[in-house]
């Protein structure tokens, strides 16, 4: 090989072992700590399970709180800070004991979508199946009065806190939805729950009571 050779040869090789020297080394756990760090962070973000800047998110997170018994979640939907009013935490544990009776495995969430706007409270309806141990799917449905506050952020209004003039809107409202094409689906899957498991109801109320 000539000496010209043997020189290119020499300047384009690279020493294995001088990218394993622990001063490099120190440098590239720390940039892999920082990624997974990082990576930390976004997911945590992306699963904090609390949604509120829509309406639709607000009630939607609310669900999905109370069938995971999260009733931290459940509180935050609601508005509420550390100290939960009484009202409110009678609610969130009353639908977290109706879900439990159910033992469902996860939710999945139908449909959902605002039904009447007023200023800033929204009058929102879903539709969503509870998915039971043997995989079969008990359809629910709900409507819930909404509040954008100064936040901009939407809460979920207790049951207890509906004015009468929000249930008057809420009743011609929800008369209106049952001619609605997701309600007529509703209606169509807890018919056809109901007619394969009969008296499915009467044990769910002898848990609850």
Known sequence: MSEKKKRRRKKSSVNPGALLRPEILRYVVA???VVVVLILIITGVKSCGVKQDSPEKAVQSLVKAGVKGKTKDMAKCFGAGKEVPEDIQKEIDATVKYYKAHDPAKVKIVDCGVLTQSKKQSYVYITY????????????????????EDDGKYYVIPASQITEEMSRTAAESYSDFMKESAYKT????????????????????????
Do not use: H, S, W
């Not at 807890?190 to 002898?206: L, Q, R, S, V, W």
């Open 186 to 209: 509703y209606t169509k899957a807890y018919d056809a729950f109901m007619k394969k498991n009969p008296g499915y109801e009467d044990k769910i109320a002898d848990k609850v009571r």
């Open 31 to 33: 940039a892999i700590a």
């Open 129 to 148: 199946n509870l998915v039971l141990q043997n995989e079969q799917e008990y359809p629910c449905i709900g409507t819930y009065m909404v509040q954008q």
